[in-house]
């Protein structure tokens, strides 16, 4: 995998709830798309599960297809969070490629 | 065919690499189901996610979406909804050739609060359904799409 991670993530605490966004680098390529030069078919290759776990409790899951946008982004309310918790959001595509980031509340 | 040593733990490694490989996606499988997201009418779609199922209109679902979208494909979308106990949230695109184009399960610890970015074909219905205590809520807005998405 590269060195740098492909997931973004952002938090902030308001009075009622947390607000979590997650912004992930990936082509969420449809298989559909040509490429412009050779003619040749770009294969299919897109983000099929992402999770949202807060202090290691599973809070989301959400299972996609190639109709979410390139370079998905997700945001979440998180109704009790305190500073210092921690979130991860990891994914896994349909080519096996994953990605995984901790990030901790301020 | 003699086999040595050196072969032999070579073959070992390579089965038993090929074995966690396959047992892994065996969980990937289970948890991403090829058949929700394939690619057929809205309608069938709907017919096989939720199988004799009535989904009532309802007004407690709000959705945030560009009346327009002027590129389809990165149309933001905003769902928050004063439904309890919601489970699961799918969010459709009514002429996209996958309709389907996301479902998240909620944890009760969440706010009924989802945002994100998908693609749209062209100008269409966009259908988000809440399940919740095991019944459907479902809200349509349509949104018109200048240039579109999904390949296009």
Known sequence: ????????IRSKRF????????????????GKRKNSDSGEPIPAHFIQTLTLTHNGKRLSECQMGFGIAKNPFFSFKIKQANAGDKITISWQDNLGLSDSKDHIIQ | MQINRRQFVKNLLTASASL?????SKISFATWLRSDFSSHPLEASLAELFPEKVIKTSRKI????????????????????????????????EKNPVPLVAKFTLDPSLEPYIGARFKMQESCDVIVIIEADDKLYQKRQYVKVTIGGCGG
């Open chain 1, 15 to 30: 009075a009622d709830y947390t607000l979590v966004r997650t912004l992930i680098a990936h082509s969420m390529e449809t």
């Open chain 1, 1 to 8: 995998m590269a060195n740098r991670s492909t997931i973004k």
């Open chain 2, 20 to 24: 966690s490989l396959l047992t892994f």
């Open chain 2, 62 to 93: 709000k959705l945030k979406l560009p009346r327009t979208a002027e590129n389809g494909n990165i149309v933001p979308i905003t769902i928050t909804s004063s439904i309890e106990n919601i489970e699961k949230v799918y969010i459709f695109s």
